[in-house]
């Protein structure tokens, strides 16, 4: 990776704490428009990771009984239904572009979602954002939460006391405490795996590919040709979520393409650090104690005369 390219993704503790020992930021690209909502991802995680079972009942919401993020649940695929008929065939002016736009969308595997009856559904695996600038690692007091030599965001769970300061900081609602153990869980993007040279599990058992692990340089590069492709075959409401090294988090390390708007899947859409003021509420608050103090002092000396 070019040193530009290494720069654009520096995070506040990675790659300088490191030195030598820093390895490429490694990440996901999780490519939504060819989830088949298989949910191989979820189990792999939870055998790899001995996440314990998620004892939710049918929730009645579609496919989807996992329903969101939280400490027994470290991939989430969500099922979204729609009844908005959009293909590569609504963009077409004409018959003729129309027919030449399905067989290319067909051609490319990018007709993931079935559209009979007007109806079309949208899956997307959602995780832990390893995001750049992280509110969780930084209102962590015992250090339990680090950024890993690969710039990931890992929970020590022998470091946790469980104060659970982290779980509201986080702009996606992803740490979440496991009520039995008091301890918060999240994905650690297979540490372990990730230091014996191995891609993590989820992305591993991923059938279509839509979870691609790698350097995040080369994933950000590879979404941006991916949805080049997919605005030429019609699918013009297609956009990258979370790679942007300008936006609130700057940038995340595991983004996604995603064929609608974030809410569309229940995600923010606009996440900022919750921690970006707090340098200046500091700031502010010990200018107020010099000005305090001053005048205590002027007082106390004024008094004296
Ligand atoms: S998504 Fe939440 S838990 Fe994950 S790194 Fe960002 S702030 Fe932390
Ligand atoms: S394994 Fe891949 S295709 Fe299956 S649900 Fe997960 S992301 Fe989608």
């Known amino acids: 990776m ?69 400490a027994n649940d470290w991939r989430h695929v969500a099922f979204i239904e729609q009844r908005k ?76 006391n469980g104060c659970g300061y982290c779980v509201p900081a986080c702009p996606f609602g992803v740490i979440d405490k496991r009520e039995d153990d008091g301890r918060v869980w999240k994905c650690t993007l297979c540490y372990d ?14 059938p279509t590919n839509s979870i691609q692990f790698g350097e995040l340089g080369e994933l950000r590069e590879r979404a941006e040709k991916r949805l080049e492709q997919m605005a030429a075959a019609g699918q013009t409401e297609a956009r990258l979520y979370g790679a942007d090294p300008d936006d609130g988090v700057d940038g995340f390390g595991a983004f996604f393409l995603l064929l609608d708007e974030p809410e569309v899947y229940g995600l923010p859409p606009d996440p900022v650090v919750t921690t970006r003021h707090v340098g200046q509420v500091w700031a502010g608050v010990l200018a107020g104690a010099a000005a305090l103090g001053a005048g205590v002092a002027a007082a106390f000396l004024g008094g004296r005369k």
């Open 85 to 160: 008929p959009l293909g590569a065939e609504a963009a077409a002016e004409d018959l003729v572009q129309a027919a030449e736009r399905a067989s290319a969308a067909d051609g490319w595997g990018l007709q993931t979602y079935q559209d009979g009856e007007g109806v079309r559904w949208l899956m997307a695996s959602d995780v832990c954002k390893h995001c750049t600038s992280a509110a969780c690692l930084d209102v962590c007091p015992t250090g339990a939460l680090f950024r890993t030599e690969f710039g990931t965001v890992v929970v020590q769970e022998d470091v946790c």
């Open 193 to 206: 795996r990730l230091r014996e040279d191995k891609e993590p599990a989820c992305a591993q058992a991923c």
């Open 2 to 70: 070019s040193n530009h390219k290494l720069l654009e993704l520096e995070t506040h503790s990675w790659p300088d704490s490191y030195g030598e020992s820093a390895e490429p930021r490694m990440g996901f690209f999780t490519d939504t428009s060819i989830c088949i909502g298989c949910k191989a991802c979820e189990v792999a995680c939870k055998e790899w990771n001995h996440v314990p079972e998620s004892p939710e009942a049918f929730s009645g919401k579609s496919y989807d009984n996992t329903l969101a993020l939280g």
